[in-house]
Nanobody, 116 residues
Framework: QVQLVESGGGLVQAGGSLRLSCAASGRTFSSYAMGWFRQAPGKEREFVAAISWSGASTYYTDSVKGRFTISRDNTKNTVYLQMNSLKPEDTAVYYC?????????WGQGTQVTVSS
């Protein structure tokens, strides 16, 4: 079983920042590569960022490179997404999961809304 709870979303003006958190339980957290994904209304869920089990390797989709930073603290079983220079097109529900995500494993996500 995988238990993941996202938090930290909210309403922010364009150019602002948010820090998302994902708390994990029910497994050995440090054994998994983790990722953030997002889904905007009317669109498919898309990959945003990933981080290796050790935290030494990260990967970002092109649209967020230079603006978002993924990190993890295995002692706290938590993965983070620092989002800077936010744009209205970043508006979506953000989800965390193992990377690659197991089938049917999605949680409630956290809503990020960026106003112009």
């Amino acid at each position: 079983q995988v238990q993941l709870v996202e938090s930290g979303g909210g309403l922010v003006q364009a150019g602002g920042s948010l820090r998302l958190s994902c708390a994990a339980s029910g497994r050995t957290f440090s054994s998994y590569a983790m990722g953030w994904f997002r889904q905007a209304p009317g669109k498919e869920r898309e990959f945003v960022a990933a981080i290796s089990w050790s935290g030494a390797s990260t990967y970002y989709t092109d649209s967020v490179k230079g603006r978002f930073t993924i990190s993890r603290d295995n002692t706290k079983n938590t993965v983070y997404l620092q989002m800077n220079s936010l744009k209205p097109e970043d508006t979506a529900v953000y989800y965390c999961n193992a990377d690659p995500p197991p089938l049917g494993s999605w949680g409630q996500g956290t809503q990020v809304t960026v106003s112009s």
